[in-house]
């Protein structure tokens, strides 16, 4: 079955940088979208960043373009976030996720309401 694993979350001082990784697993990576997804205390979840199925195209959402990177990693089967530069308003909970619906389809921004498949979080924190 499609399950998904997060790590690498932790403390970071502001400016710092951190990679996450997500284990994925009962699907092939490079067939459909996945994305990460983080919430903070208080607020709505959002979404990050994402990639395409088979096209590979990828998305960033405004407030973390330049600084973070979204990697795919199809022979591991592995999808990374590196983030670089980190600030205080970074500090959230991050999740990956896939959207099964069918191969091939894209990514866009959003909360994520269309992604059926999410692992379980890694927390991020970084203090200024």
């Known amino acids: 079955q499609v399950q998904l694993a997060e790590s690498g979350g932790g403390l970071v001082q502001a400016g710092g940088s951190l990679r996450l990784s997500c284990a994925t697993s009962?699907?092939?990576?490079?067939?459909?979208?996945v994305g990460w997804f983080r919430q903070a205390p208080g607020k709505e979840r959002e979404g990050v960043s994402c990639?395409?199925?088979?096209?590979?195209?990828?998305y960033y959402s405004k407030s973390v373009k330049g600084r973070f990177t979204i990697i795919r990693d199809n022979t591991k089967n592995i999808l990374y976030l590196q983030m670089n530069d980190l600030k205080p308003e970074d500090t959230a909970v991050y999740y990956c996720?896939?959207?099964?619906?069918?191969?091939?389809?894209?990514?866009?921004?959003?909360?994520?309401?269309?992604?059926?498949?999410w692992g379980q979080g890694t927390q991020v924190t970084v203090s200024s």
């Open positions: 009962g699907f092939r990576l490079n067939y459909y979208p």
């Open positions: 996720a896939t959207d099964q619906e069918y191969p091939s389809k894209g990514c866009a921004g959003g909360a994520g309401t269309e992604y059926d498949y």
């Open positions: 990639v395409s199925g088979t096209e590979g195209i990828t």
